[in-house]
């Protein structure tokens, strides 16, 4: 059974995600009448309980953290690839840079892997998935349309998916810039993607950005974790950047 509180939801109803299900997380689909073989999505507890610390993080997670990740994989194996992760709350950016990190040791998947934030967030978000995963090559995709012109002829196009010797691995970008610069996006095959406090933004924005990023239905589970809180640094303080509205 998932520790309370690690309930993975559907957004929306055109959306799956995951239930609360004692007995089984389930796939739950609002467009179709058939039922869903747990087995087949989840493996089930197998995957869950058999999920061990990624030895390229470098924060010890707790047994619950490590169930929390193993349901996360799960739901990735599944398809899923898009977190919603909330501004307030216990560890969970460090759960989503926590499935970044075992996809590279376990599954050879280095990428490309997206964030998208608020304006406010996006410097704590470089800062920490460098602290956690120092391998990770990170880059901090916003600033004039000139800079960002030069930001993207690092972008490898030709590959869809990114090893250890790629020059990027996690793009870290607002949520006006995916939109803004969506023909750029729209050419990237994306590997893991994570919606910072999706909840702050009106639901047609967060679909237009799903849909940017190559997310058309279906392919998205909620962080919900719950658990101890850590020491996590204020990610509401304001930064200097460049003018953008609505984040």
Not at 21 to 31: G, N, Q, R, W, Y
């Amino acid at each position: 059974m998932p520790p309370q509180g690690v309930l993975l939801q559907p957004q929306d109803p055109g959306l799956v995600g995951f239930t609360g299900d004692d007995d089984c997380c389930c796939l739950t689909d609002a467009e179709s009448d058939n039922d869903t073989d747990c087995s087949d999505i989840l493996h089930n507890d197998l995957l869950r309980n058999t999920i061990e610390q990624p030895k390229m993080l470098r924060e010890r997670l707790s047994e619950a953290e490590l169930e929390s990740l193993g349901i996360m994989m799960a739901s990735y194996k599944a398809g899923s690839k898009v977190a919603f992760v909330e501004q307030h709350g216990s560890q969970k950016p460090l759960h989503t840079i926590s499935v970044m990190a075992l996809l590279a040791e376990k599954e050879g998947i280095w990428g490309p892997f997206v964030v998208v934030a608020l304006d406010h967030a996006l410097d704590w978000w470089v800062n920490e998935v460098n602290d956690l995963v120092p391998r990770f090559k990170v880059q901090s995709y916003w600033g004039t349309s000139t800079e960002r012109e030069i930001f993207r002829r690092s972008w490898n196009l030709k590959s869809s998916i990114y090893t250890q010797d790629s020059p990027i691995h996690v793009f870290v970008t607002s949520y006006q810039l995916v939109l803004s610069d969506a023909a750029y996006f729209q050419k990237i095959q994306w590997q893991f993607i994570i919606l910072h406090n999706e909840k702050a933004m009106k639901s047609t924005k967060v679909q237009k950005i799903q849909h940017v990023l190559g997310v058309y239905r279906s392919e998205s589970f909620s962080d919900e974790s719950g658990g101890s809180q850590v020491n996590e640094p204020n990610i509401n303080q304001s930064v200097e950047r460049p003018s953008e509205t609505g984040g």
